[in-house]
């Protein structure tokens, strides 16, 4: 018998990932997540527009669809300064010693709504070790007969300047067996030279392996690049993939000024991930990349929009 006053719980989800709230659209249909407001599978008819997973798998290291908040990639060290206090996150990559893809790819988001086509959940991420901010986060996944669209709300609930980035990690499909089958194209003008570590050294104008404003096969083609100086056409960017007569494109809002594009290594076989991010790596700290972090001022909000077609 529940005690006066209290509600029934509700059990929770059988899911490693929570609660599925499937989404549709004519033949378009996704899956997003209660963790971590992870797009798990998005299709069109029988084609799968990005390398999903199943309800019963737990997200592996590839990071399939996650959301990446409040900082996208890597943080040097884990360790960044703010007024003047030192932050020290926990190294989510030791093998690189960073701190990698932010503090919401784990965490349960509330649902706010969720109808045929649209699902929304908010997420309010409070301070804890190595982050000293608040931050109210709201995300729309809605689809339509074209495909995706992710809607992204970020406040500043607080009496403090909050410092913040934003980035995403689907992995791109249009059928292949293996990404060296896919033909390649994203606008970027220049790209980040890293270290062994893929920490930032300098941005420089694209050189042969970088340039890709011209379709071309990925073929041999290795990359685990940020890229920058994105170009577009009526306030958005896009990078298109096409196998045959399979096509994909993700197209991100211009408040999203940096890309990253991974191929997948060692198996090269999950798909092309193709992260739109709001600032670079390590932009919590000085040097190439700094320039492009968000700071909210107190009940400041940041909005931008990003998504999928295919066939």
């Known amino acids: 018998m529940t005690p006066p006053g209290t509600r029934p719980s509700t059990p929770p989800a059988p899911f490693p990932t929570g609660a599925q709230y499937e989404i549709t ?3 378009v249909s996704a899956v997003v997540c209660e963790i971590g407001a992870t797009l798990r599978t998005l299709t069109v008819g029988d084609h799968h527009l990005v390398h ?5 798998e737990v997200i592996d290291k590839a990071c399939r669809g996650q959301q990446l908040l409040p900082w996208p990639n890597r943080i040097r060290d884990g360790r960044w300064t703010w007024q003047d206090v030192e932050q020290q996150l926990p ?16 965490v349960a988001w509330d649902l706010v709504d969720h109808g045929l086509d649209q699902v929304t959940q ?5 301070p804890q070790h190595g982050w000293p901010g608040t931050l109210e986060i709201t995300l729309t996944h809605r689809v339509d007969r074209t495909g995706l669209t992710v809607e992204l709300l970020v406040t500043n609930p607080s009496e403090v300047d909050v410092p913040f980035g934003y980035g995403v990690h689907p992995y791109l499909s249009v059928g292949e067996d293996r990404i060296d089958e896919v033909e390649l194209q994203l606008p970027a003008g220049a790209y ?3 270290d062994d570590r893929l920490l930032p050294i300098s941005v420089e104008p694209v050189d042969a392996d970088h340039d890709l404003r011209t379709p071309r096969l990925v ?10 100086q994105l170009e577009s056409e009526a306030g958005r960017w896009e990078v298109r993939l ?8 993700l197209w991100a809002d211009d408040v999203f000024g940096w890309l990253q594009v991974f191929t997948g290594e060692p198996t090269r076989q999950w798909g092309l991930a193709v992260e739109p991010m709001t600032c670079g790596p390590d932009a919590f700290n000085p040097g190439p990349t700094h320039d492009d ?3 909210l001022r107190p009940r400041g909000r940041f909005a931008g929009s990003w998504g999928i077609t295919g066939a």
Do not use: M, N, Q, Y
Not at 219 to 228: G, I, V
């Open 25 to 27: 659209a004519g033949e």
């Open 52 to 56: 999903g997973f199943g309800a019963d």
């Open 91 to 106: 190294l989510s990559e030791p093998e690189r010693g960073t701190a990698i893809h932010g503090l919401v790819r784990w």
């Open 122 to 126: 908010r997420l309010v991420l409070r």
């Open 192 to 194: 980040l030279t890293v």
């Open 219 to 228: 073929d041999d083609l290795s990359l685990d690049t940020a890229f920058t």
């Open 242 to 249: 096409r196998k045959g007569e399979r096509h994909t494109t």
């Open 293 to 295: 972090l968000i700071v």
